[in-house]
């Protein structure tokens, strides 16, 4: 290659016959011992290296936030951090080429990690989900999830004394409001909505401005000017994982300090199998509108097995009572403070139950607990069905094919949860009877669910061990004849004794009754 020429292979711009200067603070410039300069283009970035005699001298990413600029025909200064350079090239072809690349470079916008594993129509769904006051209402209503929060900040108030604090999604700004009622010396509310806006009149109102700053933006991408002692956030979603905040959680550690608190610290996903008749016909019955040959005329028909399939991919949220479950249930933790992002992406869980009960095996239910380890004290949320119900609710997951389990039969299997780029997972569920070679799978979309709560919780059929009808007319008598035994007032001094009969005729009624009344 001769001496002043250029040329581009496999990615790589070498030019020759430069000379290199580094330009100090004061005004000095320093001629460097280097021969030439080659520049690789990478995906996001490129990589500069200055040479002498074929072995490198020093060597420098250049991103499209790297400052340069051109300084006369022939020379180019470029800045990298607190080192200055100037380039000078042989000719002006030369001197191009080199800008070329890095303006295209510049036209690259930094893309965080939200941003590589999350599709631009999600997130755009998303924040304008979480922009809505009424979205921020509905979870700042959930009584069971707001007061837990607070009372995890307030009884650890150690953890927030006197401290900085960072608040990750912080929405309306309610943590960052607790986190100064227990003495927070400053706030960081980082928030990638537009509620951000309103989180700030909100401050202003109450007058924190001093207290709590917001940042408009998504951790991933923003700068905080210090770092931070204590980190709270609700980032969880139904079936704890979905939406995937948890990523962005773990992803806000960089900006805490060693020996800092997570407000919650641990996650953890039960899950049980569960007996439950009557939701499954429901699905089945959702699928069956597909079997009409004749709906106006039109054959519905072929696309049953279609429907059918859609529908058990639908996981099903909504409340159930406990007793639904056939076996205790197994559990899965994921430890804000010491796990790492990638652990999230693809989770896999291997299951054995044992069924205190034989029972048709429709699927496998799941909720979390989150505990919030303080210097103090550990509280904990739980969703779990048999606690005050929250607007997690609990998921429950259908196999298209149930089992029927007998007491004490295993059944083992697995459910492995993969990570994609609408914030969400696809869970797939495989499981079979011990002594058996029949495994039954199932795939769900759980960015898709079923949301089925009706504000009722049915008592799963055949638990009754005595008779309902008995044991309800039982109690009407017993509060019956609890009202008919004599009671004594004192009115204004006079006493007078109302008389009650000591008990109901013999009659098909229990409500009749005949009352005498005596005063003295």
């Not at 912080?170 to 100064?180: D, P, Q, R, T, Y």
């Not at 529908?311 to 205790?328: E, G, M, N, S």
């Not at 069905?385 to 429950?396: A, F, G, I, K, N």
């Not at 005595?466 to 509060?479: F, H, I, L, R």
Request: hydrophobic share 35%.
């Amino acid at each position: 290659m001769l001496s002043g020429e250029a040329a581009l292979e496999n990615g790589t711009h070498t030019v020759y016959s430069v000379t290199v200067s580094e330009l100090n603070d004061n005004n000095g410039v320093t001629s460097l011992d280097i021969q030439g300069m080659s520049i690789t283009s990478l995906k996001d970035n490129v990589i500069l290296t200055f040479f002498n005699k074929g072995t490198e001298v020093e060597q420098f990413t250049v991103t499209h936030s790297t400052e340069h600029c051109s300084c006369g025909k022939l020379a180019w200064i470029i800045r990298f951090q607190e080192r200055t350079f100037m380039v000078k090239f042989a000719n002006e072809k030369s001197v191009q080429e080199c800008k070329d690349v890095l303006s295209e470079l510049q036209k690259i916008e930094k893309r965080s990690k939200f941003r590589e594993r999350t599709e631009e129509s999600s997130a755009t769904q998303y924040f304008q989900f979480y922009g809505y006051l009424s979205q921020q209402q509905n979870m700042l209503q959930d009584y069971v999830r707001t007061s837990t929060f607070q009372r995890a900040i307030l009884d650890n108030h150690g953890d927030f004394v006197g401290k900085v604090v960072l608040d990750v999604g912080a929405g309306s700004g309610i943590l960052s409001f607790f986190a100064v009622q227990a003495g927070a010396k400053h706030v960081y509310a980082v928030e990638g909505s537009n509620m951000a806006d309103h989180c700030r009149d909100l401050i202003k109102n109450n007058k924190y401005q001093d207290k709590i700053t917001v940042i408009h933006g998504m951790i991933e991408e923003v700068e905080l000017p210090e770092e931070v002692d204590t980190i709270v956030s609700e980032p969880m979603g139904y079936m704890l994982y979905n939406e995937r905040m948890l990523e962005t959680y773990i992803y806000a550690r960089k900006w805490l300090k060693k020996g800092g608190k997570m407000f919650p610290s641990t996650g953890t996903l039960y899950l049980a199998p569960f007996s439950d008749e009557s939701l499954f016909q429901e699905v089945c019955n959702k699928a069956n509108f597909w079997y009409q040959t004749f709906f106006y005329g039109v054959d519905l028909s072929n696309l049953r097995q279609e429907a059918y399939d859609e529908y058990f991919k639908q996981p099903i949220v909504d409340t159930f009572d406990p007793r639904h479950l056939v076996a205790k249930p197994i559990k899965h933790t994921t430890n804000f403070m010491t796990d790492n992002e990638d652990s999230l992406r693809d989770i896999h869980i291997d299951f054995t139950f044992y069924p205190h009960a034989a029972a048709q095996v429709h699927g496998l239910a799941f909720w979390f607990d989150v505990a919030f380890e303080g210097s103090q004290k550990t509280v904990f949320l739980s969703t779990s069905p048999s606690e005050p119900l929250t607007h997690w609710y609990q998921v429950r997951c259908l196999m298209g094919t149930p089992l029927f389990a007998r007491p004490g039969q295993p059944i083992i299997g697995s459910v492995t949860l993969t990570s994609n780029k609408r914030q969400s997972y696809d869970v797939k569920l495989k499981m079979h009877l011990a002594g058996s070679s029949d495994t039954i799978t199932n795939v769900l979309d759980l960015k898709n669910p079923y949301f089925r709560y009706t504000g009722s919780v049915p008592v799963p059929p055949g638990n009754q061990t005595s008779s309902p009808s008995d044991n309800y007319w039982e109690n009407v008598n017993t509060t019956a004849n609890q009202l008919a035994q004599p009671q004594a007032y004192n009115n204004g001094g006079a006493a007078y004794t109302q008389t009650y009969a000591k008990g109901y005729p013999a009659s098909p009624n229990p409500y009749t009754a005949i009352y005498e009344e005596g005063y003295n």
